[in-house]
């Protein structure tokens, strides 16, 4: 479902929504849990939508000979985002925000998140918060070993 209950302290605040985050999000739900999951972005992340299941897709596509890989890849991929958006928004146990999040001080030993989306500032309280942002390369000097290997 869109939006959360601010007077209400959830079981964990997810923040991410890419494959890590869903699947940690759906495995609490899936145990009954109300859980808060905080998107900035696409829900499905790279993974969904710039990642895995295009190149997968259009591997799949070469194969198969599809005339136009590349709008078939698009038509896949948005069919999938649009599934996963529809699903995270009438979940039963899983409550959507949408905005960018960060880290406050609580008062009452629960955390606070909070949240800045196209509705304004909203908090978030959770007995247990999950970072789930993915992350981003970095290049490890090797010693004799230049960029282009």
């Known amino acids: 479902m869109i939006g959360h209950d601010p007077l209400t302290t959830y079981k964990a605040a997810v923040i991410?929504?890419?494959?890590?985050?869903?699947?940690?999000?759906t495995g609490l739900s899936n145990f009954g849990?109300?859980?808060?999951?905080?998107?900035?972005?696409?829900?499905?992340?790279?993974?969904?939508?710039?990642g895995c299941i295009p190149s997968k897709a259009l591997l799949?596509?070469?194969?198969?000979?599809?005339d136009d890989p590349f709008a078939w890849v698009r038509a896949r991929r948005d069919g999938l985002a649009a599934d996963e958006d529809v699903e995270m928004e009438t979940h039963d146990h899983i409550h959507l925000v949408r905005g960018w999040a960060r880290l406050t001080k609580s008062e009452n030993g629960a955390h606070v998140v909070c949240v800045s989306g196209p509705d304004g500032d909203v908090e978030v309280h959770a007995e247990n918060v999950i970072v789930?942002?993915?992350?981003?390369?970095?290049?490890?000097p090797v010693e004799g070993l230049g960029p282009e290997r």
């Open 132 to 140: 789930s942002t993915g992350s981003k390369p970095i290049e490890i």
């Open 33 to 50: 849990h109300d859980i808060v999951l905080i998107e900035g972005d696409k829900i499905g992340g790279d993974c969904t939508n710039v």
């Open 60 to 66: 799949h596509a070469a194969e198969a000979g599809v």
């Open 16 to 25: 991410g929504a890419g494959s890590g985050g869903l699947t940690m999000a």
